[in-house]
Nanobody, 120 residues
């Protein structure tokens, strides 16, 4: 299983970015997809998650500014980030909970991380 994240970069405060994370490999079922972030000196935190049933969970710190979506046909999850603030600066990681073909239980897999820098 491979997770390929993209879309990070440098943006001014108030700007927008869209992150993408494509999942590939021998996949039986994707249960949940989401994004986490880790700022310098801080612990990794959940930003947004979405389940196969359509349930989404957005962190209070980004609610109203960030939107998570997924394309099941492409096994891809997106994070649309609007009205970015300097405090959104972090490495963003995609995370997927899935069951591989022939597997019995789902496991979590992580992408490589993409850096988002918001300048003031």
């Amino acid at each position: 299983v491979q997770l390929q994240a993209s879309g990070g970069g440098l943006v001014q405060a108030g700007g927008s970015l869209r992150l993408s994370c494509a999942v590939s490999g021998s996949i039986f079922r994707i249960n949940a997809m989401g994004w986490f972030r880790q700022a310098p000196g801080k612990e990794r935190e959940s930003v947004a998650t979405t389940t196969s049933s359509g349930t989404t969970d957005i962190a209070d710190s980004v609610k109203g500014r960030f939107t998570i979506s997924r394309d099941n046909a492409k096994n891809t999850v997106y994070l649309q980030m609007n009205s970015l603030k300097p405090e959104d600066t972090a490495v963003y990681y995609c995370n997927v909970r899935l069951t591989v073909r022939g597997g019995m239980v789902p496991y979590h897999y992580w992408g490589q991380g993409t850096l988002v820098t918001v300048s003031s």
